[in-house]
């Protein structure tokens, strides 16, 4: 064989061939995708659409839905980095309604919608625009969600403000959303200038303000409950994260701390553990039992499940009307953050509380004689907290994700020392701060807030790496100024305050106005 012939694979005409045939629906019809048109830029990643819609990388005047109504971008919305519509909160204006409000979801290709059964989701209920590259079903196939409410769809392809080609070689898509020049604010060419020590400063003034404020919220909370419901509530709504926060306050509310200690009273200590689990997991509704499918043999063989079943048979007939339903919990999130596991975690961090309350406990972790403001101090109480949310290694959930589930070739902590150490901020802190200051405890009020002003950063979050950007564009020599757990929650209080807006209002920032005068 001449080393010079030509591989069949080479050949003219061969990869639009084998891609027509592997691809026949976009071979091209009317009102459809014409492949012989875009070829293939068709091979686009769904995140780069995302990208573009961030961005805003669009003529707005060629912005018009498949049925021909020109769209009004009010807001884009926010990059939604958790399951759901790919971005939240948006706004848009049409002819044919006034101002929508709600989610907005991107596909490459119209019918992607179908394919991944969003139009039977009702997490996608309130999606108030599909937005697409191309649309490969055209005029006469609708687009409805869960409950049959037609939702606009608008086409991308001839409303970009450059080559698509041109925008696939500029923009890396897996930088986003955080590293977007949308992301970069105007405050960050300010900030570059100023001396870190004046960053620092100011980061600490609104760390300081964000603690005050979570105190102050605990106060109104105070007038209808007392400090140890507060507490339990708060530490419940936190194991919830963002997918089941309410759901997690609602439990707490539902089975109140007076009531389970009462229960745990009236209880044998051997049994604490699990009558505890079992009043928990029962009332929200997730037990094998509380399935409306029929349990499967491995479930009813399962020693721990039938042992709590049988004790939430002895309790349920007080609490039955007070179950929550099974359908509130949402999913989508990792699976040692699923509902059942958390509720475990609870339980430990009760038990290791009863038979005094959460606050006495604290209490007697924050005034434990010979306890000062020094370091060595700090990291003893920080180490005792995180006692209080661990567990045993043999505790079913520590191997389990699900009831009757595969078991773990390792055990995974219920509460790792990440979310120990967020609530200890979110939570304990600023509860107790309030209680020092009612009590008027002036050597207790300063240990907290010299603790609080020590304690080391926590995990990153999605919101903390997006002002991370917004103000530093990820230059090391500024992001270094984020040392500290009270400068991260004074990066959350900058956002609530400023960058929190439906609308894009930099320009008249009030944040960036204090920056420019220091």
């Not at 003893?380 to 661990?390: A, R, T, V």
């Not at 990153?460 to 230059?475: D, G, K, T, V």
Request: hydrophobic letters at 40%; a positive charge.
């Amino acid at each position: 064989m001449n080393g010079q012939e030509k591989k069949w694979e080479d050949s003219e005409g061969f990869l639009i061939d084998y891609l027509r045939k592997l691809f026949p629906y976009w071979i091209t019809r009317e009102g459809r995708v014409v492949f012989s048109e875009y070829g293939l830029e068709k091979r686009i990643a769904e995140k780069l659409v995302q990208s573009i819609w961030f961005d805003q990388r669009l003529r707005m005047d060629k912005l018009k839905t498949n049925s021909g109504e020109k769209v009004e971008v009010l807001s884009p919305g926010k990059w939604n980095s958790e399951s759901g519509p790919d971005f939240i909160q948006a706004a848009i204006k049409i002819p044919s309604a006034e101002v929508l409000r709600g989610d907005i979801e991107i596909h490459v290709l119209a019918s992607d919608w179908f394919a991944h059964n969003h139009h039977q989701d009702k997490n996608y209920d309130n999606v108030i625009l599909h937005v697409i590259m191309w649309d490969d079903l055209g005029v006469n196939k609708k687009l409805v969600n869960s409950v049959g409410r037609e939702i606009p769809q608008l086409p991308l392809y001839h409303a970009l403000d450059t080559k698509l080609t041109t925008l696939s070689n500029t923009i890396n898509p897996s930088a986003y959303p955080f590293a977007s020049p949308s992301s970069q604010g105007p405050c960050y060419s300010v900030i570059r200038a100023r001396e870190l020590s004046k960053i620092g400063a100011l980061l600490d003034l609104a760390g300081d303000a964000r603690i005050v404020s979570k105190a102050n919220r605990f106060a109104k909370e105070l007038s209808q409950e007392d400090y140890n419901q507060v507490i339990y509530e708060r530490v419940m709504e936190a194991l919830g994260y963002k997918r089941n926060k309410e759901q997690f306050l609602l439990l707490a509310r539902q089975l109140p701390l007076k009531e389970i200690r009462e229960v745990l009273s009236s209880t044998k200590p051997s049994i604490w553990g699990m009558t505890l689990q079992a009043l928990l997991l029962g009332m929200s509704g997730i037990l094998p039992s509380q399935q409306e499918l029929p349990l499967k043999p491995a479930v009813l063989q399962d020693k721990y499940i039938r042992e709590l079943e049988q004790s939430w048979e002895r309790l349920k007939g007080r609490y039955q009307d007070k179950v929550l339903p099974r359908y509130i919990w949402k999913s989508g999130m990792r699976p040692a953050n699923f509902p059942a596991r958390r509720i475990a975690g609870m339980c430990y961090f009760l038990l290791r509380v009863f038979p005094l309350t959460p606050l006495h406990k604290l209490l007697m972790i924050f005034c434990a004689p010979g306890i000062s403001a020094q370091e060595s101090h700090f990291k003893k109480i920080n180490k005792e907290l995180k006692e209080l949310f661990s567990s045993v290694e043999e505790d079913y959930w520590s191997w389990h994700y699900t009831f009757a589930g595969k078991t773990l070739k390792k055990s995974i902590r219920l509460i790792g020392p990440g979310r120990s150490a967020t609530i200890i901020v979110n939570v304990i802190i600023p509860a107790l701060i309030l209680y020092a200051r009612n009590k008027e405890h002036k050597q207790l009020e300063n240990l907290l807030v010299r603790f609080y002003r020590w304690y080391p950063k926590l995990p990153s979050n999605s919101l903390l790496r997006f002002m991370e950007y917004r103000l530093f564009a990820y230059e090391n020599r500024l992001k270094k100024v984020v040392n500290s757990a009270r400068r991260q929650q004074g990066l959350l209080q900058i956002y609530q305050d400023w960058c929190s807006r439906e609308e894009r209002v930099c320009q008249r920032c009030g944040f960036k106005r204090v920056l420019e005068a220091m």
